[in-house]
Structure formats: C-alpha cells, structure tokens
C-alpha cells in the first residue's frame, strides 16, 4: 500500500519550505504569478506558476495526461514543487499515475481518504513503485511557494463511500492563492454541504474563483458566490457538459471564462490586485 504519512500542518509546512529553497528556481522565474486552467474537457488541471517554483492542483483525465505533459514541456518545467489531488474523481486524478511517473514532483498532498477505481489504484501503484510518500490533509495546511501563500482547506464532512458515487465532490480540498493584493480560490467539485463548510470556514474575499463542480448548479451556489465577491470566475466546462445556464445567470456582475468556449485560460497577476486574462483555444 502507499505510504500515506499523516503530518501536522506545521511540519508539512516547514518541510515544503526546505524542499523549497533547493528545489525552485529550476524553472521560468518571475515575480508574476501565473495561474493556467489547462483545458482537459470537464475535469480540472490547473498550473500556478511563481518565482521558479511551480505547483498544480488536480491533473485531468488519464486520457488528457499526454497533453499535459506536453503543455509543461513546451513551457520548460521540468518537476513539480507541489501537487495536490482536491479529490478522486476520474477527471481529476485521472492523469496522476502518468504525471508523477514522468517528472519529479517534490510534494504531493491528498485528501484524507482513499480512492476507488482503477485510475486511482494506477496513482497509487506508481507512487508505490518510485518510493513516494504524499501527506493526507486531514486539517488545513499553509505554506509559501515561490511568493505565494497556499492554504490547503481540509474538508470538515465525513467521507461517505456508500452508494455508488458517495460525497466524494464534498469533501474536496480547496486551494486558497494570495501573492500580495491578489487573492485565488479553487473549489474543487464541493457541493451543497461542501459549501456551506466552506462559506463557514471562509474569513476573507477573493478576486478570482475557479468554480466549484465544472458549473454545476448548487442549492448555495449564491450563498458561496457572496462570500467570495470574485471579480472574475473560470469555470472548467466543457461543449458536451456546459456549465448550468443557472449558475452562468448568477455571474451576471462577473467577469467569467470557460474552458469550453476558451480553451487553456492563463490569468497573470503581479501582487498588486489587478489581472491580464488570455485564452487559447
């Protein structure tokens, strides 16, 4: 079985920055910090990129996994700093077994359950056979990457694998981003009560909110669109699965990007609170 080591928040955090200061630096170095929603379909890839270290949040479908690694290629990264896996659904861990089999990747953290199904066993077997270990969050973690300060919310719900499906999208890990006066959230695929945890747990604004759920219409999407008061919000859509017509009707006031109408979307920021958005479909 993996080696999955449970780790206080604070010892988690210190070795991240050890690791840290011989680790980045080996890629693109910039003061800006750039966030690439890499478009994988309906399912979540997401790059950030800061001072020469580079961290990604969930990699796409095992299908996608190809052209993931092509996109990282093409833009001279060579390792990961940090990975982390919000949940096990299959378009989002799906391509982690040949991710992490070709690159090196410092740190990985994992919600603080285990999978089911076969691209999730694929995930663990290779992090088996290379000898990585990855932490289990079971309370929420803060570190700095690169100038970038990175909370990882643990989910405060009981994992429920009853059914067929269980509430696997409600005890997602989200990802807060703050590099001076600019503020990220990533929401994973929470749900109702993810929400309401989450909107609970919440004790500031953020300017850019990757929707929760690919879009996906929830009893409190409102409730969790208030607390957060974003400027712009990137769902991770796709043609055949579009985003709920609902929730699109709730961003009216919202400067919004899709992947299934933008492609890759890369939003660049420099600290001070204002961000250049680019598409490429």
């Known amino acids: 079985m993996i080696n999955l080591i449970k780790r206080t928040a604070l010892f988690a955090a210190a070795l991240l920055s050890a690791l840290t200061a011989a680790a980045c630096g080996k890629s693109k170095s910039s003061e800006y910090l750039t966030v690439t929603f890499i478009d ?26 190809e052209s993931v690694l092509e996109h990282l290629s093409e833009n001279g990264i060579e390792r990961l700093d940090a990975l982390i896996i919000t949940h096990y659904d299959k378009d989002h861990v799906g391509g982690a077994a040949d991710i992490v089999g070709d690159i090196p990747v410092s740190q990985i953290y994992l919600p603080d359950y285990k999978g089911r199904g076969g691209v999730y066993k694929s995930f663990v077997k290779v992090l088996d056979e290379k000898g990585i270990s990855a932490d289990n969050v079971s309370q929420d973690i803060v570190f700095s990457l690169g100038g970038v300060e990175y909370t990882v919310f643990a989910s405060e719900i009981e994992y429920d694998d009853s059914g067929k499906e269980g509430n696997d999208n409600d005890v997602s890990l989200v990802v807060s981003a703050v590099h001076g006066n600019d503020s990220y959230l990533f929401a994973g695929d929470i749900e109702k009560d993810g929400i309401k945890s989450l909107v609970n747990k919440l004790d500031r604004e953020y300017d850019v909110l990757k929707m929760p759920h690919h879009g996906r219409k929830a009893s409190n999407t409102d409730k969790l669109l208030e607390a957060v008061g974003a400027k712009i919000a990137v769902i991770t859509d796709s043609e055949d699965e579009p985003a709920d017509n609902k929730v699109l009707s709730l961003l009216d006031d919202t400067e919004v990007y899709r992947s299934a109408v933008s492609g890759d979307i890369t939003i660049e920021s420099g600290g001070g609170g204002e961000y250049s958005v680019y598409e490429e479909k």
């Open 40 to 65: 994988v379909g309906k399912g979540d890839c997401i790059l950030a990129e800061c001072g020469g270290c580079t961290l990604m949040i969930d990699t796409g479908y095992e299908e996608t996994a």
